[in-house]
């Protein structure tokens, strides 16, 4: 496995080791003692997350003010646009965000601490995306920041508008969102 840092302390891109042949390919989506060797995290997951969506689809920016959750996604099928947002006021990287491309074609994984508010945009015809999180929902802890607010200018790659949720389209602007100390 390889792991490439981000613009974003934290925030970490996973590569794993991949076999393939003639017959397909083979590889550990998810491996506790390689993951801790290879970030120097000890992390314990506690939910796995599946999601299946359109092109155009964009999700976020999510995030849990209690029961913060780590999140490492990947992709199963399709391209995402996967985009992270410092949200933690003491950090040097508050309000930046970072985006890569995950699919199924680079199997390449994103590690997302605390603090972070995440979303993703689909770039194919549709996209699975899974994601193993550090603590479980919490419907009551959940908040959204707008995708499209201006202090963050986020470059989502559109090609037109996105599709998004009633939550998604009516969430806080960052300047007004609660964020971590």
């Given at each position: 496995m390889n792991v490439f840092a981000t613009k974003l302390?934290?925030?970490?891109?996973?590569?794993?080791?991949?076999?393939?042949?003639?017959?397909?390919?083979?590889?550990?989506?998810?491996?506790a003692r390689d993951f801790a060797q290879a970030t120097g995290l000890q992390q314990q997951f506690v939910q796995?997350?599946?999601?299946?969506?359109?092109?155009?689809v964009l999700?976020?920016?999510h995030y849990q003010v209690e029961h913060a959750q780590g999140k490492l996604v990947r992709v199963t099928a399709g391209e995402v646009l996967d985009i992270a947002v410092d949200i933690r006021?003491?950090?040097?990287?508050?309000?930046?965000?970072?985006?890569?491309?995950?699919?199924?074609?680079?199997?390449?994984?994103?590690w997302i601490p605390p603090g972070f508010a995440h979303g993703f945009l689909v770039l194919s015809d549709y996209?699975?995306?899974?994601?193993?999180?550090?603590?479980?929902?919490?419907?009551?802890?959940?908040?959204?920041i707008r995708w499209d607010d201006p202090e963050l200018n986020i470059d989502w790659q559109l090609n037109g508008p996105p599709t998004l949720s009633a939550k998604d389209q009516n969430g806080?602007?960052?300047?007004?969102?609660?964020?971590?100390?």
């Open positions: 302390p934290g925030v970490l891109i996973i590569e794993p080791m991949v076999f393939g042949d003639e017959r397909g390919f083979f590889y550990e989506s998810f491996n796995d997350n599946h999601s299946r969506s359109q092109r155009g999700r976020g920016l006021q003491s950090s040097s990287a508050f309000g930046k965000w970072a985006g890569v491309r995950l699919s199924a074609n680079n199997n390449c994984q994103l996209a699975e995306v899974l994601y193993k999180t550090t603590d479980y929902y919490s419907r009551s802890a959940e908040r959204c806080d602007s960052f300047r007004d969102a609660d964020l971590f100390p």
